[in-house]
């Protein structure tokens, strides 16, 4: 048997809609499996699927829908009228660097008087801080324009204010109660906004200025607000799909400088990008600068037009990424020993383990405890929290990761008391508290996570868009499916789930043999499938078995050969209930029928067998793999061979033979 790693939730599916399916098929030329994934996602009707499918600039919405947007293009403006400096503020991760470089590009091109500032991470923290706001009017700064922060920041413009400098705040982030007294805020997010998207990241925000200042959109710069919008995770959905489809356009035909160069020292090919290849080639070199070093790294890549300092870099990015990389599985390592260290304890003591994960430490750097809480989640399938400790003065900052159903920004609250600041939201958080204090955060965090969660909600879930058929699996569909990419946030790549689909062939391949590599179906309609890490489940599964399987559709090139694929994400494997176990007499008539046949193809034998002497091809299936585990028989590329002389053995000493024989025992004293 071989059970589900997770939960199999299948996306609901109605006799009414393959109407709207059919339909779409016909109108639009497109397989009935991509006209029924087009209405699962709420694309029913023609115009709203072309307009998913074939979207292009015409369908980007009015910048002046932004409530404050006449008000931030009108003070830029009268700044360059009157010939005043402008300072850009961003963030220092992927996509305030992006908007950081969008606006750079913009302003150079206005003629416009301007420099950029992005904060240290590990010096000064996030968003907007008084001494650079000092630091700017020390410099004769007269406007400030945020990108991707600055909505929360009510005392820092209070103080700009005071200084003579004005603030024209873009933003995404959730809106306070309280907004800051800027001269305009930009920022779909706000309650009194009529913009009909709000998932725009702080670059698609930045974009939207740059469309009201230049009267058109700048999609010359579209590859700069696809890297930001992939990065930060925001919904691939109208205006963001629109906008990251010109990008990677524009990076697969005329790449910029920096993108080129970033290219090439990651070892990403410009011509084939994908959204993937933003996600995780080319976010995470951007995204390590700032965690590591200076974001300033990052945005003078994305900004210069001189290739060999493009290229300079660019390899100082990836040296950077290497060592985040290093980094993270440094701590990932200590921490991974600190939760068995208390899981020991908890066994030792005859108590239950923490159910939240909370680990801090001397010496955890900051800048990546966020990567290092994801990949113990990832892990362990449980709420993670990550602290490095300041040696000084005891305080620990930390970042959280959660699974469904446990909201950490709910859970903070309940803390808050023990915390000095926090914020976030049911998946992600960040908080600040004093070493003192991390005992009773893991009791309370845990106690919260018993109270709310379900015996079912420690067992992560997989999203199934549709169940499908081999005839479903034909090249002509599967590059059709790239129809709907660029794929990511609120527009998964399509899982697809096949049942009661049979094992024609499997293998372990690779070094240690630890993949799986499967031939579904029968007869000339077959599919290949790959189970990367799955190799430990050959034995579990013999040949000719039904399963049911979970993965995504691809096209595997090779030799000059184009052939469908699935690669696995899970499968299960149930042998069915036989109605009566094979008896001795019967293993042997099959054997002795192995042996009259000699060498025989391993593909369909048991069915063959089974149809001939009136047992199921399944039981045929168990003594098939009896054989080969007493050594009476041997399996050579596809191919059963009789033993020549084999050693005497008893079926009994057959470990497949004694579990199905106990399971067939106690599945008919159920019975």
């Known amino acids: 048997m071989i059970h589900r790693k997770t939960r199999w939730t299948l996306a609901e599916w109605k006799e009414s809609e393959e109407g709207a399916a059919q339909l779409l098929s016909e109108r639009l030329s497109l397989p009935p499996l991509v006209a029924r994934l087009l209405v699962q996602r709420g694309y029913g009707d023609e115009a709203s699927a072309r307009n998913f499918l074939y979207g292009d600039a015409s369908l980007l919405h009015d910048p002046y829908l932004l409530s404050g947007m006449t008000a931030a293009v009108q003070r830029i403006r009268e700044a360059a009228d009157r010939g005043e400096k402008i300072r850009i503020y961003g963030d220092y991760d992927a996509d305030g660097v992006s908007s950081t470089s969008l606006l750079i590009h913009v302003f150079r091109g206005m003629g416009l008087s301007f420099d950029y500032y992005i904060p240290h991470?590990?010096?000064?923290?996030?968003?907007?801080?008084?001494?650079?706001?000092?630091?700017?009017?020390?410099?004769?700064?007269?406007?400030?324009?945020?990108?991707?922060?600055?909505?929360?920041?009510?005392?820092?413009?209070?103080?700009?204010?005071?200084?003579?400098?004005?603030?024209?705040?873009?933003?995404?982030?959730?809106?306070?109660?309280?907004?800051p007294e800027a001269v305009a805020i930009v920022n779909p997010k706000q309650e009194h906004c009529p913009y009909p998207f709000k998932g725009l990241a702080g670059v698609g925000v930045a974009f939207k200025l740059a469309t009201a200042l230049l009267d058109r959109p700048p999609l010359e710069y579209a590859d700069i607000v696809s890297l930001g919008t992939i990065a930060d995770l925001m919904p691939l959905l109208d205006e963001n799909r629109i906008l990251v489809r010109y990008g990677l356009e524009k990076l697969r035909k005329e790449a910029g400088t920096g993108f080129r160069a970033l290219a090439e020292a990651s070892g990403i090919e410009l011509e084939g990008i994908v959204s993937t290849s933003i996600a995780f080639g080319m976010g995470p070199r951007i995204n390590a600068a700032g965690r590591l070093d200076h974001a300033k790294k990052a945005v003078a890549l994305l900004t210069t037009n001189d290739y060999d300092?493009?290229?300079?870099?660019?390899?100082?990015?990836?040296?950077?990424?290497?060592?985040?990389?290093?980094?993270?599985?440094?701590?990932?390592?200590?921490?991974?020993?600190?939760?068995?260290?208390?899981l020991h304890r908890a066994e030792q003591g005859g108590v239950k383990p923490p159910s939240v994960i909370v680990l801090g430490s001397e010496g955890w750097n900051v800048g990546v405890i966020g990567i290092v809480a994801s990949k113990l989640l990832e892990r362990h399938y449980r709420p993670v929290v990550i602290l490095g400790i300041d040696s000084e003065t005891g305080m620990?900052?930390?970042?959280?990761?959660?699974?469904?159903?446990?909201?950490?920004?709910?859970?903070?609250?309940?803390?808050?008391?023990?915390?000095?600041?926090?914020?976030?939201?049911?998946?992600?958080?960040?908080?600040?508290?004093?070493?003192?204090?991390?005992?009773?955060?893991?009791?309370?965090?845990?106690?919260?996570?018993?109270?709310?969660?379900?015996?079912?909600?420690?067992?992560?879930?997989?999203?199934?868009?549709?169940?499908?058929?081999?005839?479903?699996?034909?090249?002509?569909?599967?590059?059709?499916?790239?129809?709907?990419?660029?794929?990511?946030?609120?527009?998964?790549?399509?899982?697809?789930?096949?049942?009661?689909?049979?094992?024609?062939?499997?293998?372990?391949?690779?070094?240690?043999?630890?993949?799986?590599?499967?031939?579904l179906g029968s007869g000339r309609r077959l599919l290949d499938g790959i189970g990367f890490g799955m190799g430990d489940?050959?034995?579990?599964?013999?040949?000719?078995?039904?399963?049911?399987?979970?993965?995504?559709?691809?096209?595997?090139?090779?030799?000059?050969?184009?052939?469908?694929?699935?690669?696995?994400?899970?499968?299960?494997?149930?042998?069915?209930?036989?109605?009566?176990?094979?008896?001795?007499?019967?293993?042997?008539?099959?054997?002795?029928?192995?042996?009259?046949?000699?060498?025989?193809q391993e593909r369909g034998l048991a069915s063959r067998i089974a149809e001939g002497i009136g047992l199921t091809a399944d039981a045929v299936q168990l003594m098939l793999d009896v054989f080969e585990e007493l050594r009476f028989i041997r399996r050579v590329g596809g191919v059963y061979v009789p033993e020549a002389s084999p050693v005497r053995r008893e079926l009994a000493s057959s470990e497949r033979y004694r579990e199905a024989k106990e399971r067939h025992e106690s599945r008919h004293a159920l019975a």
């Open 121 to 179: 991470r590990a010096l000064e923290g996030y968003g907007l801080n008084k001494a650079a706001i000092a630091l700017a009017q020390s410099e004769g700064v007269k406007l400030i324009v945020t990108v991707d922060t600055g909505i929360s920041a009510y005392e820092e413009i209070a103080y700009a204010s005071e200084l003579g400098i004005d603030v024209v705040v873009t933003d995404h982030h959730e809106p306070p109660e309280r907004l």
């Open 309 to 342: 300092e493009a290229i300079l870099s660019a390899i100082q990015l990836d040296t950077l990424n290497k060592e985040r990389q290093r980094i993270v599985d440094a701590i990932v390592k200590e921490a991974e020993e600190q939760w068995q260290q208390k």
């Open 396 to 519: 620990c900052k930390g970042s959280a990761r959660s699974i469904e159903g446990y909201d950490l920004h709910a859970a903070l609250t309940e803390c808050e008391e023990l915390l000095d600041h926090y914020g976030g939201h049911q998946a992600a958080a960040g908080m600040t508290l004093h070493r003192k204090q991390l005992e009773q955060l893991e009791l309370r965090l845990s106690k919260l996570a018993e109270d709310w969660l379900e015996d079912e909600d420690w067992i992560p879930k997989s999203q199934v868009d549709i169940v499908c058929g081999l005839e479903d699996a034909t090249l002509e569909t599967i590059s059709q499916l790239a129809l709907l990419e660029p794929f990511g946030v609120a527009n998964p790549s399509p899982r697809m789930m096949l049942s009661g689909v049979e094992v024609a062939d499997r293998r372990a391949i690779g070094k240690e043999s630890k993949h799986l590599k499967l031939s």
């Open 537 to 600: 489940k050959l034995a579990a599964m013999p040949a000719g078995c039904r399963i049911e399987c979970i993965g995504e559709l691809s096209i595997n090139e090779w030799n000059n050969q184009r052939k469908p694929q699935l690669q696995l994400h899970d499968l299960h494997y149930e042998p069915p209930r036989m109605a009566e176990f094979p008896s001795r007499e019967q293993f042997g008539q099959v054997y002795q029928l192995l042996r009259r046949m000699g060498q025989t």
